[in-house]
């Protein structure tokens, strides 16, 4: 059955008036999930908050303690962590309780109590490494799923599939000495981390797309580059960072991807969970800054996850 974790502490993370990350972008997508009737099919999680030991397992305990040291507390302003990540009072525990949703997520999956799970948390992940928060990230969450899959479930084959329109640095460097994680990311290149470029290795597999691709660039790569990695690595477990800012609808880049082509990514690799992984899947929301489009692109996902 499609699960769906979130918690309502992940609306209370306020990066400011301004600041494209917002708590819309989960008001959004529960509302279209009501609106499609889909909200009706859902079986709906509380997420919980992540143990230092989960994060311990991808993250510098050093950092962690600046991370906990800087968060502000009630009534208290919020503090700049870089230039465009900020924590309110509320953030810690919406990042405790994103990285929190993806350990849950992994252990349901693994009892074969829910399959697949789409987290619907904030703030993302994908851009925070081992010891340095960027990108509007503090912990990677989707990192912390996979290193859990690996070391409390014991699984030694698990692929992370990001195609948000940022490079997955965060992700990237986590595990890039890894070999039991295969990390493919497609991303606009050059734009904002500024890392990543065309690779293929054992292990990463990166395609960048130029400013102004769209469904027919993002969809050969896809094809040409992902899908046979991820065929011979033979994953146990598929997790998907979906991010949904390289819709042409969303300003916050320059690829121009439409709601079908996330609907066929996602059944790109719900087809090769099925064939590897004994369905074994897990998305969570990383991107995607436009309310009204995220929403919608969210359902397509999910449509397919249900089947």
């Not at 969809?219 to 040409?224: D, F, L, M, N």
Request: proline residues 5%.
């Amino acid at each position: 059955m499609l699960s769906m974790i979130s918690h309502p502490d992940c609306r209370n993370h306020d990066a400011g008036p301004l600041h494209p990350e917002t708590k819309a972008r989960l008001d959004a997508i529960n509302n279209q999930l009501i609106m499609s009737g889909m909200d009706y099919v859902l079986q709906h999680r509380d997420a919980p908050i992540v143990s230092r030991a989960e994060l311990e397992r991808v993250h510098d305990a050093d950092y962690l303690d600046r991370v906990y040291a800087l968060a502000p507390g009630e009534g208290m302003r919020s503090v700049e962590v870089d230039g465009d990540t900020v924590m309110s009072p509320g953030t810690l525990r919406a990042a405790e309780r994103a990285a929190g949703s993806g350990v849950m997520g992994v252990d349901l999956i693994m009892a074969g109590e829910a399959n697949p799970i789409f987290c619907a948390v904030r703030p993302p992940g994908h851009h925070a490494e081992r010891g340095v928060a960027m990108g509007f990230c503090l912990f990677n969450n989707i990192a912390v799923a996979a290193a859990h899959a690996l070391e409390a479930h014991g699984l030694s084959r698990v692929a992370i599939v990001d195609f948000d329109v940022h490079h997955g640095n965060g992700t990237e460097e986590i595990f890039k000495d890894e070999p039991r994680v295969l990390f493919c990311s497609s991303f606009q290149h050059p734009f904002y981390p500024f890392t990543g470029h065309e690779k293929e290795t054992d292990n990463l597999v990166d395609i960048p797309l130029s400013a102004g691709a769209g469904s027919a660039e993002f969809r050969e790569a896809v094809s040409a580059h992902w899908i046979p990695h991820l065929r011979e690595f033979k994953p146990e477990m598929l997790l998907i960072s979906a991010g949904f800012d390289a819709h042409t609808a969303d300003d916050m880049s320059s690829v121009n991807l439409v709601d079908a082509d996330y609907e066929w990514v996602t059944r790109e690799l719900k087809s090769v969970a099925d064939e590897f992984c004994e369905g074994r899947l897990l998305s969570m929301l990383e991107g995607g800054y436009e309310p009204e489009v995220l929403a919608r692109s969210v359902v397509k996902h999910l449509n397919v996850l249900l089947g």
